[in-house]
């Protein structure tokens, strides 16, 4: 699965971006869903570094079907700094492991050169990159940060494999969506894939502001049709 979740969350009497320094570690549980079927559970955690950085992380574990037969495990890791009130990439990391195939994926961000240094599978790629840089996961915890300060645009840099891409998110309607976690007041934020081979691409986030606009719910239509979907179990701090 190819579906990056990047997300933060707080206890809902006490919001999580209240001030980027703020910002408290945390636990959460989704239900993966792929095309309305659950085929695992991920475990998302923000902590703390300590040094001026944080690490988010998420892991998935297939646990029925053909994603619990094949034995599908993936762990994706964000370090990161705060760059005023938004996340900025200083490492990424992606590894899918499984009976199937075994996928893998790295980025180191050199900000005293300006240069990112990635590595796909057989692949490296170096390239440029400016400052509020961030990695495929972050955009999540950008979103929700943009959210609270009250942001009208939703436009971010990117570092995908061979490049920065720009991605720009739109605020949609407000609506009250239920998951396993409860029923809560939500805002759509969405994404539609670019012209060409990449527009059936289509995510799609819900944002809860009870919640410290952490997103109660990420789906993701990807290329050949398939949705992937996270639906928030429980929260912990």
Known sequence: MKLVFALALT???SPLFAAAPAVRPFKAEYATLRNGSEVGRTTLEL???GDGSW???SETR???GLAKLAGIHIVETSRFRWNGDRPEALAYSY???GAFKARTRS?????ASGQAQVAEGDGAFRYAIQPGVIDRQAVTLAIASDLLRGAKTFDYKVAVKDRVE???????ASESLTVPAGTFQTVLMRRDGDPGADRKRVARSWFAESLGWLPVQ??????KGDTVTLKLLATRS
């Open 218 to 223: 990420i789906e993701q239509t990807e290329k």
């Open 107 to 111: 980025a180191e961000f050199d900000w």
């Open 11 to 13: 206890l809902a009497s």
């Open 95 to 97: 590894r899918q492991d």
């Open 166 to 172: 720009d991605m720009r998110y739109q605020r949609g």
């Open 55 to 57: 690490t988010l992380r």
């Open 47 to 49: 902590r703390d570094n």
């Open 62 to 64: 297939g646990t029925s």
